[in-house]
Protein backbone atom coordinates (compact mmCIF):
# COMPACT_ATOMS: atom_id res chain seq x y z
CA UNK A 1 0.00 0.00 0.00
CA UNK A 2 0.95 3.78 -1.07
CA UNK A 3 2.72 5.85 2.08
CA UNK A 4 -0.34 8.22 1.77
CA UNK A 5 0.54 10.80 4.86
CA UNK A 6 0.47 14.01 4.11
CA UNK A 7 -2.62 13.52 1.46
CA UNK A 8 -5.79 15.87 2.10
CA UNK A 9 -8.81 13.98 1.35
CA UNK A 10 -10.13 16.48 -1.25
CA UNK A 11 -11.95 14.57 -3.31
CA UNK A 12 -15.03 11.74 -3.03
CA UNK A 13 -14.62 8.89 -5.30
CA UNK A 14 -16.46 5.79 -5.92
CA UNK A 15 -16.97 2.92 -8.13
CA UNK A 16 -19.79 3.41 -10.38
CA UNK A 17 -20.03 -1.03 -10.13
CA UNK A 18 -20.54 0.30 -6.01
CA UNK A 19 -22.98 2.92 -6.73
CA UNK A 20 -25.49 0.32 -8.58
CA UNK A 21 -24.52 -2.71 -6.44
CA UNK A 22 -24.98 -1.30 -3.22
CA UNK A 23 -27.18 2.22 -3.48
CA UNK A 24 -31.09 1.80 -3.68
CA UNK A 25 -32.53 3.98 -6.79
CA UNK A 26 -34.04 6.29 -4.38
CA UNK A 27 -30.28 6.81 -3.23
CA UNK A 28 -29.08 6.70 -6.79
CA UNK A 29 -31.37 9.40 -7.60
CA UNK A 30 -30.26 11.22 -5.10
CA UNK A 31 -26.53 11.30 -5.69
CA UNK A 32 -27.51 11.72 -9.43
CA UNK A 33 -29.20 15.23 -8.33
CA UNK A 34 -26.31 16.10 -6.06
CA UNK A 35 -23.93 16.13 -8.83
CA UNK A 36 -26.45 17.74 -11.42
CA UNK A 37 -26.53 20.29 -8.57
CA UNK A 38 -22.72 20.86 -8.79
CA UNK A 39 -22.32 20.74 -12.45
CA UNK A 40 -25.13 23.32 -12.87
CA UNK A 41 -23.40 25.54 -10.23
CA UNK A 42 -19.98 25.34 -11.23
CA UNK A 43 -21.08 26.35 -14.79
CA UNK A 44 -23.01 29.14 -13.51
CA UNK A 45 -19.51 30.42 -12.25
CA UNK A 46 -17.72 29.85 -15.10
CA UNK A 47 -15.90 26.80 -14.31
CA UNK A 48 -15.56 23.85 -16.70
CA UNK A 49 -16.35 20.10 -15.46
CA UNK A 50 -13.70 18.11 -13.71
CA UNK A 51 -12.57 15.27 -14.95
CA UNK A 52 -9.87 13.03 -12.72
CA UNK A 53 -7.99 10.20 -13.31
CA UNK A 54 -7.97 7.81 -9.94
CA UNK A 55 -5.28 5.03 -8.80
CA UNK A 56 -5.80 3.15 -6.14
CA UNK A 57 -3.46 3.16 -2.95
CA UNK A 58 -2.41 -0.55 -3.59
CA UNK A 59 -1.47 -0.53 -7.32
CA UNK A 60 2.22 -1.31 -7.44
CA UNK A 61 2.98 1.89 -9.17
CA UNK A 62 1.15 4.47 -6.77
CA UNK A 63 4.03 5.62 -4.37
CA UNK A 64 5.74 7.01 -8.06
CA UNK A 65 2.67 8.41 -8.74
CA UNK A 66 2.29 10.46 -5.08
CA UNK A 67 5.88 11.83 -5.78
CA UNK A 68 5.40 12.91 -8.89
CA UNK A 69 2.42 14.97 -7.58
CA UNK A 70 4.72 16.50 -5.15
CA UNK A 71 7.47 17.25 -7.15
CA UNK A 72 4.29 19.48 -9.33
CA UNK A 73 3.21 21.09 -6.27
CA UNK A 74 -0.08 18.73 -6.41
CA UNK A 75 -0.01 16.67 -3.04
CA UNK A 76 -1.20 17.58 0.64
Known amino acids: MANTEGMAM ?3 VMKNYDIQRYLTD ?3 SELHGAFEEI ?3 RH ?3 KKPN ?3 VI ?3 EPYADE ?3 MMKRHGHWG
Do not use: C, L, S
Open 56 to 58: NTD
Open 65 to 67: VIE
Open 51 to 53: RYI
Open 44 to 46: AEG
Open 39 to 41: AIN
Open 26 to 28: EKR
Open 10 to 12: KFA
